[in-house]
């Protein structure tokens, strides 16, 4: 098989190995070893979903352009996903500064109360 094709959970799902997803959906795996990947997808929902996608693709010719379609989605959920995450952090230190702020302030009034009547 084409090399590519054994890099689609190459850092997604460390549980099986690429070489052996690819002899399962072929049909080269014995009883144990098939039995072995059966059980890991009845574990991990997501390498379910791919095998499962994957055994529908009829033309293998076309599984690379599939795969770089997959990897293009993801990169861009996982960019939009990192762009909210960034936007909630800066909307969340606004609060965090006013509170120190606040704080700072507060102790600096209590000095000067303190000072003042200590001080008549």
Sequence with gaps: MNKDLLKILSDSNKDIDN???????????????????ERSMADNEFLNDAVEGLQRIRDKKDMQSYVDDLN?????????????????????????????GLIILLCILA????????HK
């Excluded at 070489?19 to 990947?37: A, C, F, N, R, V």
């Excluded at 990169?75 to 509170?99: M, T």
Aim: charge should be positive.
């Design 19 to 37: 070489q052996q997803l690819m002899d399962y959906l072929s049909g080269k795996l014995s009883g144990e070893q098939l039995h072995e990947i």
């Design 72 to 100: 293009a989605a993801m990169q861009k959920s996982l960019a939009k996903k990192k762009q909210r995450r960034l936007k909630r952090r800066l909307k969340e230190e606004p609060w965090s500064l006013l509170a120190v």
């Design 111 to 118: 000095w000067f109360v303190i000072h003042r009547t200590l």
